[in-house]
């Protein structure tokens, strides 16, 4: 689970459920996930296979003031870009990809089944 207080500086009210996925390069939010009225930004077109299945998007947004609270309860992210891909079907909100983990040290161990961030577990 991801808390977060803004989307593109525009309050948001839910957690969001959130994949951990090391073979993704970069971070994605499911466009169902995004407040109304959330304007995005276009980018150069990226493709990814995940865990999660094949994403498409040429949009980005920023996520702003977040944290995990099953590693850290008050450790906060200052902002978080994520391409917006749409897939009513995927049960995640937001995948988390290999270049965020790398940026803040998370460590994804397999033989343990454990994520570690911070000596968090």
């Not at 309050?11 to 996925?21: E, I, M």
Request: proline content about 2%; hydrophobic content about 40%; some cysteine.
């Amino acid at each position: 689970m991801l808390v977060l207080d803004k989307v593109q500086y525009k309050r948001v009210s839910k957690p969001l459920t959130v994949l951990f996925d090391s073979g993704s390069t970069t971070n994605w939010i499911n466009r169902r996930s995004l407040p109304n009225g959330i304007t995005t930004t276009d980018v150069q077109r990226a493709d990814c296979v995940t865990l999660a299945g094949s994403l498409k998007s040429n949009e980005e947004i920023v996520l702003n003031n977040l944290y995990l609270p099953e590693l850290h309860r008050h450790r906060r992210i200052k902002a978080l870009r994520s391409l917006v891909f749409d897939n009513a079907d995927c049960r995640y909100d937001l995948i988390l990809g290999r270049d965020f983990m790398q940026d803040l040290g998370i460590i994804l161990d397999f033989k343990s089944n454990l994520i570690e961030w911070d000596e968090a577990t």
